[in-house]
């Protein structure tokens, strides 16, 4: 148990510190940016309690929030991703499956882990970039840049999914 969460923290710490040193300054074509620092709410174990995974979510966009210089916009939507999290879960992950599984390609497979995934993303992408613009004026820059980025972002995760050996 103990393990576990000192496995989450490194996870915590690695995440924040790529995204605000090094992710947040790569934007390609002035659209895509990748969030990946919202791999690690994603990763959590399916039976974590909702309440749990939000504080997570909360602490880890807060996180981000402070370093990036952004009043709150990482907290919100990622809190939101977390609330809605099991609920994505069970949409994708098919029923024959274990009560508790950490979502990955290994536990879900290919078709599923993606579609759980890009429904995440797009879903964490579209709050934090509506947010961000604020307007609705120039809704198409805001729809191609939330899916350029959440494109960018399923790209990261699945190849860090593709490195790791769990």
Partial sequence: MVI????????FIGLVLLQVLIL???????????????????????DTPRNVLMLWAFFLGLTVDVFSDTPGMNAAATVL?????????RLFVPR?????IVPAIRTMGVSSFLKYLVVSVFVHHGVLLTIE?????????????????????????????????K
């Fill in 81 to 89: 991703l977390a609330f809605l999290r099991p609920t994505f879960l």
């Fill in 24 to 46: 947040n300054n790569v934007h390609i074509a002035g659209y895509a940016t990748p969030f990946l620092y919202i791999y690690l709410i994603l990763k959590f174990e399916s």
């Fill in 133 to 165: 613009f604020f307007s609705f004026a120039h809704i198409g820059m805001l729809l191609l840049r939330i899916v350029a980025s959440t494109l960018l972002t399923v790209g990261c995760i699945m190849a860090v999914e593709g490195m790791r050996k």
């Fill in 96 to 100: 024959d499956t274990l009560d508790s």
């Fill in 4 to 11: 576990n969460y000192l496995h989450k923290i490194g996870w």
